[in-house]
């Protein structure tokens, strides 16, 4: 059973910084991609930033030059360092992957969120 565990969400005040983590655990065969994803009440879910299998990156607008993501492959890991935060980023965080376990089909799986708060 192939799980996304995430943390490091939290309450900040606006500028200041958090770092998401996500890892996958269980047996996985292949990861194509792994992001992250946020939903702020009231709106859709919405891509913020993803990294593919071969290293190739894309952010939303938004978040362009204050969050960095980075994959660790051996830990089957991702990371979101969240810089100049805003009140407008808060939002529940879902880590993404789309990932192959061992006989099965590439699929879509998702962490449980972590609520991530910013204070004016």
């Known amino acids: 059973q192939v799980q996304l565990v995430e943390s490091g969400g939290g309450l900040v005040q606006a500028g200041g910084s958090l770092r998401l983590s996500c890892a996958a655990s269980?047996?996985?065969?292949?990861?194509?991609?792994m992001g992250w994803y946020r939903q702020a009440p009231g709106n859709q879910r919405e891509l913020v930033a993803i990294?593919?299998?071969?290293?190739?990156?894309n952010y939303a607008d938004s978040v362009k030059a204050r969050f960095t993501i980075s994959r660790d492959n051996a830990k089957n890991a991702v990371y979101l360092q969240m810089n100049s935060l805003k009140p407008e980023d808060t939002a529940v965080y879902y880590c993404?992957?789309?990932?192959?376990?061992?006989?099965?089909?590439?699929?879509?799986?998702w962490g449980q969120g972590t609520q991530v708060t910013v204070s004016s």
């Open positions: 993404n992957s789309v990932l192959r376990a061992p006989m099965g089909p590439t699929r879509n799986y």
């Open positions: 269980g047996l996985i065969a292949s990861i194509n991609a």
């Open positions: 990294i593919f299998d071969g290293g190739s990156i």
